[in-house]
């Protein structure tokens, strides 16, 4: 009896299995390398092309000259050099190196 219904279940499970194959959908033909290099390269030039511009596209562009610390004319540094005021209100001078020396507060 065991046999039989074991081999009843294997012969179920068998057509089951066949019918699921054949109600499956068929899969999509495979696209050459170069076909699928040619669409992604479409879908990247349409994303860049529907990108917005960023805020503030219309404002000219900074200039190093925006950046530059301003010069305190009352101060030289110890060979005649320019002065300059930081963002954080400390002095300074550029150095013959071309680096920044910070003049100390009781000078």
Partial sequence: MKKIL??????????????GLAQSTP????MSVNDRMAKARAAKADKSATKTTPAGAGEPKATPADYKAPVDKTQKGPHGELVHTGERGGKFYINKNGNKTYLSSNQ
């Avoid at 074991?6 to 019918?19: M, N, P, T, W, Y």
């Avoid at 899969?27 to 495979?30: I, V």
């Fill in 27 to 30: 899969s999509a033909p495979k």
């Fill in 6 to 19: 074991f081999g009843l279940a294997i012969l179920l499970g068998l057509g089951q299995s066949v019918d």
